[in-house]
Protein backbone atom coordinates (compact mmCIF):
# COMPACT_ATOMS: atom_id res chain seq x y z
CA UNK A 1 0.00 0.00 0.00
CA UNK A 2 2.80 2.37 0.38
CA UNK A 3 3.78 2.74 -3.11
CA UNK A 4 0.04 3.58 -3.85
CA UNK A 5 -0.95 7.05 -5.09
CA UNK A 6 -4.38 8.75 -3.13
CA UNK A 7 -6.79 7.48 -5.36
CA UNK A 8 -5.89 3.96 -5.08
CA UNK A 9 -5.24 3.77 -1.53
CA UNK A 10 -8.98 5.94 -1.42
CA UNK A 11 -9.94 2.81 -3.27
CA UNK A 12 -8.36 0.20 -1.33
CA UNK A 13 -9.90 1.70 1.63
CA UNK A 14 -13.36 1.58 0.18
CA UNK A 15 -13.04 -2.23 -1.05
CA UNK A 16 -11.69 -3.06 2.21
CA UNK A 17 -8.29 -4.40 1.14
CA UNK A 18 -7.19 -2.30 4.38
CA UNK A 19 -8.64 -0.21 6.78
CA UNK A 20 -7.37 3.14 7.66
CA UNK A 21 -5.98 2.63 10.52
CA UNK A 22 -3.56 0.14 9.14
CA UNK A 23 -2.72 2.01 6.16
CA UNK A 24 -1.71 4.89 8.96
CA UNK A 25 0.26 2.19 10.97
CA UNK A 26 1.99 0.99 8.02
CA UNK A 27 3.05 4.96 6.91
CA UNK A 28 3.92 5.92 10.83
CA UNK A 29 6.15 3.21 10.30
CA UNK A 30 7.68 4.33 7.56
CA UNK A 31 7.76 7.83 8.87
CA UNK A 32 10.71 6.49 11.50
CA UNK A 33 12.21 4.35 9.65
CA UNK A 34 12.61 7.56 6.88
CA UNK A 35 13.35 9.83 9.84
CA UNK A 36 16.81 10.73 8.03
CA UNK A 37 15.08 12.70 5.35
CA UNK A 38 13.89 15.09 8.23
CA UNK A 39 10.74 15.31 6.04
CA UNK A 40 8.11 16.36 9.26
CA UNK A 41 8.11 18.86 12.07
CA UNK A 42 5.77 17.09 14.36
CA UNK A 43 3.33 14.15 13.79
CA UNK A 44 0.32 13.94 15.26
CA UNK A 45 -0.65 11.89 18.06
CA UNK A 46 -3.94 11.16 17.75
CA UNK A 47 -4.10 10.13 13.99
CA UNK A 48 -4.30 6.11 15.33
CA UNK A 49 -7.59 6.92 16.84
CA UNK A 50 -8.69 9.38 14.19
CA UNK A 51 -8.04 6.42 11.46
CA UNK A 52 -10.24 3.99 13.48
CA UNK A 53 -12.92 6.53 13.74
CA UNK A 54 -12.82 7.19 10.16
CA UNK A 55 -12.85 3.22 9.74
CA UNK A 56 -16.24 3.54 12.11
CA UNK A 57 -17.50 6.33 9.67
CA UNK A 58 -16.77 3.84 6.66
CA UNK A 59 -18.70 1.01 8.06
CA UNK A 60 -21.42 2.97 8.86
CA UNK A 61 -21.64 4.09 5.03
CA UNK A 62 -19.38 6.99 5.52
CA UNK A 63 -18.27 8.14 2.07
CA UNK A 64 -16.34 10.93 1.94
CA UNK A 65 -13.76 11.72 -1.01
CA UNK A 66 -10.84 11.23 1.53
CA UNK A 67 -12.65 9.35 4.42
CA UNK A 68 -9.75 7.96 6.43
CA UNK A 69 -6.82 9.29 3.92
CA UNK A 70 -3.50 10.06 5.69
CA UNK A 71 -2.35 13.36 4.42
CA UNK A 72 0.56 15.80 5.24
CA UNK A 73 0.30 19.49 6.15
CA UNK A 74 2.97 21.64 4.91
CA UNK A 75 3.45 23.50 8.91
CA UNK A 76 2.37 26.90 7.37
CA UNK A 77 -0.97 25.67 7.78
CA UNK A 78 -2.63 26.28 11.29
CA UNK A 79 -4.22 23.49 12.55
CA UNK A 80 -5.73 23.60 15.86
CA UNK A 81 -4.06 22.73 18.87
CA UNK A 82 -0.55 21.87 17.27
CA UNK A 83 2.29 23.37 16.69
CA UNK A 84 2.65 25.60 13.37
CA UNK A 85 6.35 27.00 13.43
CA UNK A 86 6.35 28.22 9.86
CA UNK A 87 10.00 26.41 9.77
CA UNK A 88 11.02 29.10 12.26
CA UNK A 89 12.49 29.81 15.87
CA UNK A 90 9.67 32.36 15.86
CA UNK A 91 7.55 29.87 15.97
CA UNK A 92 8.97 27.16 17.83
CA UNK A 93 6.26 27.17 20.33
CA UNK A 94 3.37 28.42 18.92
CA UNK A 95 0.34 26.51 19.42
CA UNK A 96 -2.35 27.16 16.86
CA UNK A 97 -5.99 28.49 18.51
CA UNK A 98 -8.12 27.11 15.15
CA UNK A 99 -7.94 25.51 11.60
CA UNK A 100 -7.02 26.92 8.11
CA UNK A 101 -9.67 26.23 5.93
CA UNK A 102 -7.21 24.34 3.67
CA UNK A 103 -7.32 22.15 6.95
CA UNK A 104 -10.54 22.07 7.77
CA UNK A 105 -11.76 21.75 4.51
CA UNK A 106 -9.27 18.37 3.80
CA UNK A 107 -10.84 17.76 7.18
CA UNK A 108 -14.44 17.89 5.96
CA UNK A 109 -13.99 15.88 3.05
CA UNK A 110 -12.38 13.02 5.57
CA UNK A 111 -8.57 13.20 5.83
CA UNK A 112 -6.80 12.99 8.92
CA UNK A 113 -3.51 14.61 9.47
CA UNK A 114 -0.16 12.75 9.56
CA UNK A 115 1.58 15.70 10.58
CA UNK A 116 3.46 18.93 9.66
CA UNK A 117 6.15 18.95 7.13
CA UNK A 118 9.34 20.76 6.95
CA UNK A 119 9.95 23.89 5.23
CA UNK A 120 12.27 27.16 4.68
CA UNK A 121 11.76 29.43 7.22
CA UNK A 122 8.25 31.43 6.62
CA UNK A 123 8.90 29.86 3.08
CA UNK A 124 11.33 31.70 2.54
CA UNK A 125 13.72 29.90 0.09
CA UNK A 126 14.38 27.10 -2.56
CA UNK A 127 16.35 24.67 -0.89
CA UNK A 128 14.56 23.61 2.36
CA UNK A 129 18.33 25.10 4.19
CA UNK A 130 16.77 27.76 6.00
CA UNK A 131 14.55 25.67 8.56
CA UNK A 132 14.92 26.08 12.11
CA UNK A 133 14.67 22.58 12.07
CA UNK A 134 17.42 21.65 9.85
CA UNK A 135 17.58 20.80 6.29
CA UNK A 136 15.04 18.21 4.86
CA UNK A 137 17.15 15.58 2.55
CA UNK A 138 16.03 14.59 -1.13
CA UNK A 139 14.93 10.58 -0.81
CA UNK A 140 16.45 10.43 -4.89
CA UNK A 141 19.83 11.28 -3.29
CA UNK A 142 20.20 12.42 0.14
CA UNK A 143 22.94 14.46 0.07
CA UNK A 144 21.10 17.04 -2.48
CA UNK A 145 18.38 19.32 -0.78
CA UNK A 146 14.60 18.31 -1.89
CA UNK A 147 13.84 22.38 -3.22
CA UNK A 148 12.21 24.59 -1.43
CA UNK A 149 9.82 25.90 0.67
CA UNK A 150 7.46 23.05 0.71
CA UNK A 151 10.96 20.66 0.22
CA UNK A 152 9.11 18.63 3.57
CA UNK A 153 6.01 17.95 1.37
CA UNK A 154 7.47 17.05 -1.63
CA UNK A 155 10.15 14.60 -0.40
CA UNK A 156 7.31 13.11 2.34
CA UNK A 157 5.46 11.76 -1.11
CA UNK A 158 8.33 10.69 -3.01
CA UNK A 159 9.71 8.85 -0.24
CA UNK A 160 6.34 7.64 0.49
CA UNK A 161 5.60 8.51 3.53
CA UNK A 162 2.40 9.65 2.44
CA UNK A 163 0.57 10.15 -0.92
CA UNK A 164 -0.51 13.67 -0.65
CA UNK A 165 0.43 16.70 1.17
CA UNK A 166 -0.64 20.14 1.12
CA UNK A 167 2.09 23.18 0.09
CA UNK A 168 2.31 26.52 -0.78
CA UNK A 169 3.72 28.38 -3.93
CA UNK A 170 4.53 31.88 -3.54
CA UNK A 171 7.37 32.14 -6.20
CA UNK A 172 7.66 28.54 -6.86
CA UNK A 173 7.65 26.89 -3.92
CA UNK A 174 5.33 24.03 -4.69
CA UNK A 175 6.38 23.35 -8.32
CA UNK A 176 10.34 23.83 -7.94
CA UNK A 177 9.97 21.05 -4.99
CA UNK A 178 8.21 18.26 -6.93
CA UNK A 179 10.20 18.61 -10.02
CA UNK A 180 13.63 18.08 -7.38
CA UNK A 181 11.36 15.13 -6.01
CA UNK A 182 9.59 13.44 -8.71
CA UNK A 183 6.22 14.27 -7.88
CA UNK A 184 3.48 16.22 -9.15
CA UNK A 185 2.57 19.74 -7.78
CA UNK A 186 0.10 22.40 -8.35
CA UNK A 187 0.12 26.16 -7.76
CA UNK A 188 -3.87 26.91 -8.32
CA UNK A 189 -5.38 30.19 -9.70
CA UNK A 190 -4.54 33.09 -6.91
CA UNK A 191 -7.84 33.18 -5.03
CA UNK A 192 -8.57 29.61 -5.78
CA UNK A 193 -7.75 28.55 -2.20
CA UNK A 194 -8.35 30.21 0.86
CA UNK A 195 -5.37 31.90 2.30
CA UNK A 196 -7.08 31.71 5.98
CA UNK A 197 -4.97 30.13 8.14
CA UNK A 198 -2.19 29.79 6.10
CA UNK A 199 0.95 32.32 7.82
CA UNK A 200 1.85 34.70 5.03
CA UNK A 201 4.75 35.73 3.30
CA UNK A 202 3.79 37.66 0.53
CA UNK A 203 0.40 38.03 0.34
CA UNK A 204 -0.13 38.89 -3.14
CA UNK A 205 0.93 36.09 -4.44
CA UNK A 206 0.78 33.21 -2.27
CA UNK A 207 -1.14 30.26 -2.63
CA UNK A 208 -2.02 26.75 -1.44
CA UNK A 209 -2.10 24.10 -3.66
CA UNK A 210 -2.02 19.99 -3.81
CA UNK A 211 1.31 17.68 -4.00
CA UNK A 212 0.64 14.31 -4.38
CA UNK A 213 2.20 11.26 -6.91
CA UNK A 214 -0.31 11.81 -9.83
CA UNK A 215 -2.34 14.45 -11.61
CA UNK A 216 -5.61 12.36 -10.79
CA UNK A 217 -4.28 12.75 -7.41
CA UNK A 218 -4.17 16.94 -7.20
CA UNK A 219 -7.19 16.80 -9.13
CA UNK A 220 -8.94 15.15 -5.94
CA UNK A 221 -7.04 16.98 -3.41
CA UNK A 222 -7.42 20.50 -5.45
CA UNK A 223 -11.31 19.87 -5.16
CA UNK A 224 -11.43 19.65 -1.54
CA UNK A 225 -8.90 22.41 -1.09
CA UNK A 226 -10.53 24.92 -3.19
CA UNK A 227 -13.88 27.35 -3.09
CA UNK A 228 -14.55 30.61 -2.00
CA UNK A 229 -14.01 31.53 1.78
CA UNK A 230 -15.75 34.64 3.37
CA UNK A 231 -13.02 34.74 6.02
CA UNK A 232 -10.56 34.95 3.42
CA UNK A 233 -11.46 37.90 1.33
CA UNK A 234 -9.08 37.52 -1.64
CA UNK A 235 -10.55 34.15 -2.06
CA UNK A 236 -12.56 33.93 -5.17
CA UNK A 237 -15.63 34.00 -6.14
CA UNK A 238 -15.90 31.52 -8.77
CA UNK A 239 -16.99 28.00 -8.87
CA UNK A 240 -14.99 24.92 -8.40
CA UNK A 241 -14.81 22.47 -11.28
CA UNK A 242 -15.42 18.89 -10.46
CA UNK A 243 -11.27 18.50 -11.52
CA UNK A 244 -11.17 14.68 -11.29
CA UNK A 245 -14.62 14.67 -13.89
CA UNK A 246 -12.59 16.46 -16.08
CA UNK A 247 -9.31 13.84 -16.27
CA UNK A 248 -11.50 11.24 -18.32
CA UNK A 249 -13.19 14.17 -21.20
CA UNK A 250 -11.56 14.27 -24.50
CA UNK A 251 -9.82 17.30 -24.34
CA UNK A 252 -9.85 18.39 -28.15
CA UNK A 253 -7.41 20.31 -30.06
CA UNK A 254 -5.28 21.63 -27.61
CA UNK A 255 -2.64 24.31 -28.50
CA UNK A 256 0.31 24.61 -26.63
CA UNK A 257 2.82 27.52 -26.59
CA UNK A 258 6.59 27.73 -26.05
CA UNK A 259 8.46 30.91 -25.21
CA UNK A 260 11.83 29.41 -26.94
CA UNK A 261 14.09 31.36 -24.66
CA UNK A 262 13.64 29.39 -21.83
CA UNK A 263 14.64 26.06 -23.62
CA UNK A 264 17.47 27.64 -24.62
CA UNK A 265 18.92 28.34 -21.29
CA UNK A 266 18.00 24.74 -20.42
CA UNK A 267 21.64 22.42 -20.41
CA UNK A 268 21.88 19.52 -22.85
CA UNK A 269 20.12 16.77 -20.93
CA UNK A 270 17.69 18.57 -19.50
CA UNK A 271 16.46 20.51 -22.70
CA UNK A 272 16.58 16.66 -23.91
CA UNK A 273 13.56 15.51 -21.44
CA UNK A 274 11.70 19.21 -22.71
CA UNK A 275 11.71 17.73 -26.40
CA UNK A 276 10.78 14.09 -25.61
CA UNK A 277 8.17 15.79 -23.16
CA UNK A 278 7.01 17.65 -25.97
CA UNK A 279 6.62 14.57 -28.56
CA UNK A 280 4.91 12.92 -25.93
CA UNK A 281 2.35 15.79 -25.75
CA UNK A 282 2.04 16.06 -29.44
CA UNK A 283 1.67 11.50 -29.68
CA UNK A 284 -1.63 12.63 -27.59
CA UNK A 285 -2.90 15.55 -29.88
CA UNK A 286 -1.29 18.42 -28.80
CA UNK A 287 0.25 20.99 -31.18
CA UNK A 288 2.75 23.49 -30.40
CA UNK A 289 3.65 27.18 -31.55
CA UNK A 290 6.13 29.84 -30.43
CA UNK A 291 5.07 32.39 -28.36
CA UNK A 292 6.60 35.96 -26.75
CA UNK A 293 6.79 36.75 -23.33
CA UNK A 294 8.72 39.77 -23.79
CA UNK A 295 8.98 41.05 -20.01
CA UNK A 296 9.66 37.95 -18.67
CA UNK A 297 13.02 38.34 -17.53
CA UNK A 298 11.80 41.21 -15.08
CA UNK A 299 10.27 38.50 -13.25
CA UNK A 300 12.80 37.49 -10.85
CA UNK A 301 13.78 40.92 -10.33
CA UNK A 302 9.72 42.04 -9.58
CA UNK A 303 9.49 39.29 -7.34
CA UNK A 304 12.25 39.86 -4.91
CA UNK A 305 10.96 43.91 -4.68
CA UNK A 306 7.44 42.77 -4.15
CA UNK A 307 7.76 39.40 -2.08
CA UNK A 308 10.51 41.35 0.28
CA UNK A 309 8.10 44.65 0.69
CA UNK A 310 4.97 42.14 1.76
CA UNK A 311 7.19 40.38 3.54
CA UNK A 312 8.49 43.32 5.77
CA UNK A 313 4.76 44.22 6.22
CA UNK A 314 3.62 40.49 7.26
CA UNK A 315 6.00 39.90 9.41
CA UNK A 316 6.27 42.88 11.16
CA UNK A 317 3.92 41.15 13.78
CA UNK A 318 6.34 38.92 15.34
CA UNK A 319 6.97 41.10 18.19
CA UNK A 320 7.57 39.52 21.02
CA UNK A 321 4.02 41.08 22.93
CA UNK A 322 1.14 38.71 21.79
CA UNK A 323 2.51 35.26 20.19
CA UNK A 324 5.75 33.86 19.21
CA UNK A 325 9.56 34.32 20.60
CA UNK A 326 10.33 36.55 23.25
CA UNK A 327 13.74 37.46 24.17
CA UNK A 328 14.85 37.22 27.82
CA UNK A 329 15.04 39.80 30.08
CA UNK A 330 14.49 43.13 28.25
CA UNK A 331 15.00 46.86 29.72
CA UNK A 332 12.88 48.55 27.87
CA UNK A 333 10.16 48.08 25.06
CA UNK A 334 12.85 48.66 22.10
CA UNK A 335 14.70 46.19 23.05
CA UNK A 336 11.68 44.14 23.62
CA UNK A 337 11.18 44.08 19.95
CA UNK A 338 14.27 44.60 18.64
CA UNK A 339 15.86 41.38 20.03
CA UNK A 340 12.93 38.77 20.17
CA UNK A 341 12.98 39.79 16.14
CA UNK A 342 16.65 39.53 16.26
CA UNK A 343 16.62 36.05 18.08
CA UNK A 344 14.10 34.61 16.32
CA UNK A 345 14.27 35.27 12.67
CA UNK A 346 17.36 33.46 10.62
CA UNK A 347 19.34 35.02 8.00
CA UNK A 348 17.31 34.77 4.87
CA UNK A 349 13.98 36.23 6.71
CA UNK A 350 15.77 38.97 7.89
CA UNK A 351 17.75 39.61 4.65
CA UNK A 352 14.59 40.20 2.59
CA UNK A 353 12.69 41.80 5.46
CA UNK A 354 15.63 44.61 5.34
CA UNK A 355 15.69 44.45 1.30
CA UNK A 356 11.70 44.65 1.69
CA UNK A 357 11.99 47.32 4.26
CA UNK A 358 14.37 49.39 1.97
CA UNK A 359 12.37 49.46 -1.23
CA UNK A 360 9.34 50.91 0.99
CA UNK A 361 10.80 53.55 1.96
CA UNK A 362 9.78 57.06 0.90
CA UNK A 363 13.13 58.01 -1.00
CA UNK A 364 13.17 54.30 -2.50
CA UNK A 365 9.20 53.55 -2.95
CA UNK A 366 8.90 54.74 -6.62
CA UNK A 367 12.13 53.31 -8.28
CA UNK A 368 11.94 49.77 -6.37
CA UNK A 369 8.16 48.88 -5.55
CA UNK A 370 6.12 51.02 -7.73
CA UNK A 371 8.36 50.18 -10.69
CA UNK A 372 8.06 46.04 -9.50
CA UNK A 373 4.45 46.99 -9.47
CA UNK A 374 4.38 48.49 -13.07
CA UNK A 375 6.34 45.34 -14.62
CA UNK A 376 4.15 43.30 -12.66
CA UNK A 377 1.37 44.33 -14.92
CA UNK A 378 3.73 44.40 -18.01
CA UNK A 379 3.99 40.24 -17.20
CA UNK A 380 0.59 39.98 -16.44
CA UNK A 381 -0.46 41.73 -19.86
CA UNK A 382 1.81 39.19 -21.54
CA UNK A 383 0.08 36.16 -20.44
CA UNK A 384 -3.15 38.07 -21.60
CA UNK A 385 -2.00 38.37 -24.63
CA UNK A 386 -0.34 34.62 -25.10
CA UNK A 387 -3.01 33.01 -23.89
CA UNK A 388 -5.40 34.89 -26.97
CA UNK A 389 -3.59 32.83 -29.58
CA UNK A 390 -2.71 29.47 -27.04
CA UNK A 391 -4.94 27.35 -24.50
CA UNK A 392 -1.41 26.27 -22.25
CA UNK A 393 2.17 27.53 -22.07
CA UNK A 394 4.72 24.81 -21.42
CA UNK A 395 8.02 25.79 -19.52
CA UNK A 396 10.59 24.12 -17.45
CA UNK A 397 10.23 23.85 -13.78
CA UNK A 398 13.56 24.39 -12.90
CA UNK A 399 16.97 25.70 -14.16
CA UNK A 400 19.17 22.63 -12.57
CA UNK A 401 17.96 19.17 -11.26
CA UNK A 402 18.34 18.90 -7.30
CA UNK A 403 21.52 20.67 -6.40
CA UNK A 404 23.86 19.64 -3.21
CA UNK A 405 22.79 20.30 0.41
CA UNK A 406 25.39 23.16 1.12
CA UNK A 407 25.77 24.37 -2.12
CA UNK A 408 24.06 27.64 -2.93
CA UNK A 409 23.67 28.31 1.19
CA UNK A 410 26.30 31.17 0.47
CA UNK A 411 25.09 32.42 -2.47
CA UNK A 412 21.51 34.10 -2.68
CA UNK A 413 21.96 35.26 -6.05
CA UNK A 414 22.64 31.80 -7.19
CA UNK A 415 19.56 30.29 -5.02
CA UNK A 416 17.09 32.99 -5.87
CA UNK A 417 17.77 32.41 -9.91
CA UNK A 418 16.38 28.85 -8.65
CA UNK A 419 12.29 30.72 -9.24
CA UNK A 420 13.22 31.77 -12.29
CA UNK A 421 10.85 29.39 -14.32
CA UNK A 422 8.18 30.13 -11.91
CA UNK A 423 7.46 33.36 -10.30
CA UNK A 424 6.29 35.05 -13.58
CA UNK A 425 2.70 32.79 -12.66
CA UNK A 426 3.14 33.44 -9.08
CA UNK A 427 2.98 37.47 -10.42
CA UNK A 428 0.42 37.25 -12.57
CA UNK A 429 -1.50 35.28 -10.85
CA UNK A 430 -1.73 31.98 -13.13
CA UNK A 431 -2.10 28.18 -12.28
CA UNK A 432 1.06 26.01 -13.15
CA UNK A 433 1.68 22.29 -11.98
CA UNK A 434 5.12 20.94 -12.18
CA UNK A 435 5.08 17.05 -13.45
CA UNK A 436 7.44 14.34 -13.39
CA UNK A 437 9.06 14.40 -17.36
CA UNK A 438 12.32 12.12 -16.85
CA UNK A 439 15.92 11.90 -15.30
CA UNK A 440 19.01 13.62 -15.94
CA UNK A 441 21.94 11.84 -13.98
CA UNK A 442 19.32 9.84 -11.77
CA UNK A 443 17.70 12.86 -10.39
CA UNK A 444 14.02 13.97 -11.40
CA UNK A 445 13.48 16.73 -13.70
CA UNK A 446 9.83 18.35 -14.36
CA UNK A 447 8.14 19.84 -16.78
CA UNK A 448 5.66 22.72 -16.05
CA UNK A 449 2.36 23.27 -17.30
CA UNK A 450 0.83 27.27 -16.90
CA UNK A 451 -2.87 27.34 -17.78
CA UNK A 452 -5.39 30.25 -17.91
CA UNK A 453 -6.89 31.60 -14.92
CA UNK A 454 -9.31 29.48 -13.27
CA UNK A 455 -8.76 26.65 -15.85
CA UNK A 456 -6.79 24.36 -13.30
CA UNK A 457 -9.09 21.49 -14.95
CA UNK A 458 -7.35 21.95 -18.40
CA UNK A 459 -3.55 21.50 -17.03
CA UNK A 460 -4.52 18.83 -14.77
CA UNK A 461 -5.97 16.97 -17.95
CA UNK A 462 -3.07 17.27 -19.99
CA UNK A 463 -0.94 15.90 -17.39
CA UNK A 464 -3.21 13.18 -16.63
CA UNK A 465 -3.10 12.39 -20.24
CA UNK A 466 0.57 12.83 -20.05
CA UNK A 467 0.87 10.08 -17.33
CA UNK A 468 -1.32 8.31 -18.86
CA UNK A 469 1.30 7.22 -21.47
CA UNK A 470 4.53 7.63 -19.50
CA UNK A 471 5.54 6.11 -15.70
CA UNK A 472 7.95 8.78 -14.76
CA UNK A 473 5.31 9.94 -12.30
CA UNK A 474 5.29 6.46 -10.67
CA UNK A 475 9.13 5.80 -10.66
CA UNK A 476 9.96 5.83 -6.62
CA UNK A 477 13.05 6.33 -5.20
CA UNK A 478 13.22 2.81 -3.67
CA UNK A 479 12.79 1.39 -7.13
CA UNK A 480 15.33 3.10 -9.27
CA UNK A 481 17.36 1.10 -11.57
CA UNK B 1 22.42 50.63 -5.31
CA UNK B 2 25.45 50.83 -2.92
CA UNK B 3 24.53 49.24 0.67
CA UNK B 4 26.41 50.19 3.60
CA UNK B 5 26.57 50.37 7.24
CA UNK B 6 24.88 53.55 7.61
CA UNK B 7 21.68 52.36 5.71
CA UNK B 8 21.64 48.96 7.72
CA UNK B 9 21.85 50.67 10.65
CA UNK B 10 18.68 52.66 9.25
CA UNK B 11 16.79 50.27 7.76
CA UNK B 12 17.63 48.22 10.49
CA UNK B 13 15.67 50.92 12.63
CA UNK B 14 12.49 50.66 11.13
CA UNK B 15 12.55 46.72 10.78
CA UNK B 16 13.19 46.90 14.64
CA UNK B 17 16.07 44.71 14.23
CA UNK B 18 19.41 44.92 16.13
CA UNK B 19 22.49 44.84 14.45
CA UNK B 20 25.38 43.01 16.02
CA UNK B 21 29.39 43.73 14.73
CA UNK B 22 29.28 40.37 13.47
CA UNK B 23 26.21 40.54 11.44
CA UNK B 24 26.87 43.86 9.89
CA UNK B 25 28.57 42.73 7.05
CA UNK B 26 26.00 39.43 6.23
CA UNK B 27 23.26 41.91 6.14
CA UNK B 28 24.80 43.98 4.22
CA UNK B 29 25.82 41.60 1.26
CA UNK B 30 22.02 39.86 2.10
CA UNK B 31 20.39 43.25 1.04
CA UNK B 32 22.69 44.25 -1.53
CA UNK B 33 22.18 40.74 -3.50
CA UNK B 34 18.93 41.78 -3.60
CA UNK B 35 18.85 45.00 -4.64
CA UNK B 36 21.25 44.68 -7.37
CA UNK B 37 19.27 41.87 -9.03
CA UNK B 38 16.14 44.41 -8.50
CA UNK B 39 18.04 46.75 -10.32
CA UNK B 40 17.47 45.08 -13.34
CA UNK B 41 13.66 46.58 -13.27
CA UNK B 42 15.28 50.21 -14.23
CA UNK B 43 15.93 48.65 -17.75
CA UNK B 44 11.73 48.33 -17.80
CA UNK B 45 9.52 50.53 -20.16
CA UNK B 46 7.22 51.25 -17.35
CA UNK B 47 6.33 54.78 -18.66
CA UNK B 48 1.52 55.03 -18.50
CA UNK B 49 1.53 51.67 -16.85
CA UNK B 50 -0.82 51.24 -13.99
CA UNK B 51 1.02 49.74 -10.94
CA UNK B 52 -0.59 45.99 -10.29
CA UNK B 53 -1.26 45.02 -6.66
CA UNK B 54 -3.49 42.19 -7.17
CA UNK B 55 -3.17 39.30 -10.04
CA UNK B 56 -6.85 39.94 -10.70
CA UNK B 57 -6.83 43.80 -9.80
CA UNK B 58 -9.69 42.79 -7.21
CA UNK B 59 -10.71 45.75 -4.66
CA UNK B 60 -11.32 45.19 -1.58
CA UNK B 61 -14.94 43.42 -0.14
CA UNK B 62 -16.25 45.17 2.68
CA UNK B 63 -18.90 42.78 4.82
CA UNK B 64 -21.47 43.90 6.98
CA UNK B 65 -20.22 45.55 10.33
CA UNK B 66 -21.71 43.11 12.60
CA UNK B 67 -19.92 41.35 15.55
CA UNK B 68 -19.45 37.22 14.45
CA UNK B 69 -17.07 36.37 16.23
CA UNK B 70 -16.93 34.49 19.63
CA UNK B 71 -15.11 35.80 22.43
CA UNK B 72 -11.48 34.41 22.37
CA UNK B 73 -9.24 36.79 24.71
CA UNK B 74 -8.28 33.97 26.71
CA UNK B 75 -7.19 31.85 24.26
CA UNK B 76 -5.79 34.25 22.16
CA UNK B 77 -3.97 35.39 25.86
CA UNK B 78 -2.61 32.31 26.43
CA UNK B 79 -0.28 31.60 23.30
CA UNK B 80 1.52 34.93 24.58
CA UNK B 81 5.18 34.96 25.97
CA UNK B 82 3.92 36.90 29.06
CA UNK B 83 0.12 37.51 29.84
CA UNK B 84 -1.56 38.42 33.08
CA UNK B 85 -5.04 39.62 34.14
CA UNK B 86 -6.19 39.58 30.69
CA UNK B 87 -3.43 41.77 29.60
CA UNK B 88 -0.13 41.32 27.70
CA UNK B 89 2.75 42.15 29.44
CA UNK B 90 5.72 44.03 28.21
CA UNK B 91 8.28 46.20 29.45
CA UNK B 92 7.01 49.58 31.53
CA UNK B 93 6.97 52.29 29.11
CA UNK B 94 5.61 55.07 31.37
CA UNK B 95 6.97 56.20 34.14
Known sequence: MLDETLTEQIKGIRDKKYSSAELTETLLDRIKEKSELNCFISTNDNILEEAKAADRELKRGGNKTLLGIPIAHKDIFCAYGTKTTAGSRMLENFVAPYDATVVSNLKRAGAISLGKTN?????????????????????????????????????????RLCSAATGTDTGGSIRQPASFCGITGLKPTY?????????????????????????????????????HDKKDSTSAQVAVDDYRAFLSRPLGKIKIGIF????????????????????????????FTGIDLPNFSYAIPAYYVIAPAECSANLSRYDGVR????????????????????????????????????????????????????????????????????????????PSTA???????????????????????????????????????????GAQLIGNYFDEAQILSIAHQFQSITDWHLTSPDKRT | ????????????????????????EDLIIGMQKILEMASALNEAETNGVAPMANPHDARQILRDDVCRDVEQRDSFLALSPLAANGFFLVPKVVE
Open chain 2, 1 to 24: MKVDKETVKGIAELANFRVEKKDE
Open chain 1, 119 to 159: MDEFAMGSSNETSFFGPVRNPWDETRVPGGSSGGSAAAVAA
Open chain 1, 323 to 398: FGYRCDGPSDLKELYQRSRTEGLGREVKNRIMAGTFALTSGYYDAFYRKAQQVRRLIKNDFVEAFKKVDVIIAPAT
Open chain 1, 260 to 287: EPLMKELDFATSLVMEKTIEELEKIGMT
Open chain 1, 403 to 445: FRLGEKADDPKEMYLQDVYTTSSNLAGLPALSMPAGFVNNLPV
Open chain 1, 191 to 227: GRVSRWGMIAYASSLDQAGPMALTAEDCAIMLKEMSG
